[in-house]
């Protein structure tokens, strides 16, 4: 099984500013993936991390507002900016191996 | 496109009884599929996963779904719930691209 380590764990942070949450897997994976959990809801996909070109996000999601690095194939970052109470969220990232997608534990985030 | 359905936001049972979270998907070609549970304030974890080999499947800690693609259904089963079973569980099919898209949720509660 892949490990995925994620950090920071949670974090509480003022309004309009921004966090950057780091993701480093144990082996190469091609894709890694960007999730945010709202409270009390499900996963929704931001964005796809592509090693060497530009993130694909999904509707809704925008790179101004959720920029993301993937400069090797090991390690990704997300960055939430210009945060606001609205983007207090669980922000998860994955990647598949085989069959299987392995998840970070994921960061706690509460904007004030 | 792909999608999942689950049927139920809540199940109670009580302990020793069985359990049954329903799952219906949509999918162009044939997916693969997953159950994940999320215990609170911690991270996701695969309880099994269907990738077209055999239609029952077994996963961890007694959990088992069948795959039945004349119902479209992927519903996750349990002969006799456990405290420790009390969870969110999610319904995930995989796109050919390998993201993941969640079903909206059942939280498992039991009962002693």
């Known amino acids: 099984s892949a490990v995925i380590s994620q950090k920071p764990s949670r974090d509480i942070c003022q309004r309009g500013t921004s966090l950057t949450i780091q993701c480093q897997v144990d082996?190469?994976?091609?894709?890694m993936f960007w999730y945010r959990q709202q409270p009390g809801q499900s996963l929704t996909l931001i964005a796809t991390?592509?090693?060497?070109?530009?993130?694909?996000?999904e509707s809704g999601f925008v790179i101004d507002k959720f920029p993301i690095s993937r400069p090797n194939l090991t390690f990704s970052t997300l960055t939430v900016s210009n945060m606001s109470p609205e983007d207090s969220s669980i922000y998860l990232c994955?990647?598949?191996?085989?069959?299987?997608?392995?998840f970070g534990q994921g960061t706690r985030l509460t904007v004030v | 496109a792909q999608s999942v359905t689950q049927l139920d936001s809540h199940v109670s049972v009580s302990e020793g009884t069985p359990v049954l979270l329903r799952c219906n998907y949509s999918s162009s070609y044939s997916p693969s599929l997953f159950w994940y549970v999320q215990h609170p304030n911690k991270g996701l974890q695969l309880l099994l996963k269907?990738?077209?080999?055999?239609?029952l499947v077994k996963g961890i800690n007694g959990f088992e779904a069948e795959f039945k693609k004349s119902e479209t259904s992927f519903h996750l089963t349990k002969p006799s719930a456990h405290m420790s079973d009390a969870a969110e569980y999610f319904c995930?099919?995989?796109?050919?691209?390998?993201?993941?898209?969640f079903g909206t949720g059942t939280r498992l509660q039991v009962f002693p």
């Open positions: 995930v099919v995989s796109t050919d691209t390998d993201k993941l898209i």
């Open positions: 269907y990738t077209s080999a055999a239609t």
């Open positions: 991390a592509n090693q060497g070109s530009e993130a694909t996000y």
């Open positions: 994955s990647a598949p191996r085989g069959t299987e997608a392995f």
């Open positions: 082996s190469q994976v091609t894709m």
